[in-house]
């Protein structure tokens, strides 16, 4: 059960793109459709952003897009906006009913 | 409207234990698994467990397996965590959460219950 490897830090202008990588291995992210991603402002509760790797839920901004390609997910965050600085996490099913999170980004917007 | 709103946390000495609650509102309870993240101070999301809908299964991380148990009561709308044997380690904000088709994501979070294992 080791963490998913997130960069700890990522940053962009306003209105520029900025991607997040989450490396794990093949018996989680590579193995499995089921990565999500987590929105979390300081002192907040996280907030799913992204969930079964490309997909939105409804009142998040089409601006937040998911993918993935083997062992590696990825979060863009297009159009960067103040409000986006946050931290991210990724997490995905490991199997045996277990998750596995990534040890987070931290995105700042300049 | 979903809403999850975890209690029980608290200052316990080392060797301590707590029984932490989440109690749900705004869905059906019973369709959905629920899990407990935790997040040391200053630190990273870890899931610690999951319960499937009807209680009959349960999964925990290696690092809080036989001394953690998760329970729920379905007619309560309400699900638990015992934690036991408690270590300094275990200092964390823990969130309650719900499951996507059981445990490809979690949808909705609590805002979370400290505790505290210190002497």
């Known amino acids: 059960q080791s963490a998913l490897t997130q960069p700890p830090s990522a940053s962009g202008s306003p209105g520029q793109s900025v991607t997040i990588s989450c490396t794990g291995t093949s018996s989680d992210v590579g193995h499995y459709d089921y990565v999500s991603w987590y929105q979390q402002h300081p002192g907040k509760a996280p907030q799913l952003m992204i969930y079964?790797?490309?997909k939105r839920p409804s009142g998040v901004p089409d601006r937040f897009s998911g993918s993935k390609s083997g062992n590696t997910a990825s979060l863009t965050v297009s159009g960067l906006q103040a409000e986006d600085e946050a931290d991210y996490y990724c997490?995905?099913?490991?199997?045996?009913?277990?998750?596995?999170f990534g040890g987070g980004t931290k995105l700042t917007v300049l | 409207e979903v809403q999850l709103v975890e209690s029980g946390g608290g200052l316990v000495q080392p060797g301590g234990s707590l029984r932490l609650s989440c109690a749900a509102s705004?869905?059906?309870?019973?369709?959905?698994?629920m899990h407990w993240v935790r997040q040391a101070p200053g630190k990273g999301l870890v899931w610690v467990s999951l319960?499937?809908?009807?209680?009959?299964?349960?999964s925990y991380a290696d690092s809080v397996k036989g001394r953690f148990t998760i329970s729920r009561d379905n007619a309560e709308s309400t699900f638990y965590l015992q934690v036991n044997s408690l270590r300094v380690e275990d200092t964390a904000v823990y969130y309650c959460?719900?499951?996507?088709?059981?445990?490809?994501?979690?949808?909705?979070w609590g805002q979370g219950t400290l505790v505290t294992v210190s002497s």
């Open positions: 079964e790797v490309s």
């Open positions: 959460a719900r499951g996507i088709r059981g445990a490809r994501g979690l949808d909705y």
């Open positions: 997490s995905s099913y490991a199997g045996s009913n277990k998750l596995v």
């Open positions: 705004g869905f059906t309870f019973s369709d959905y698994w």
């Open positions: 319960i499937d809908s009807d209680g009959s299964s349960a």
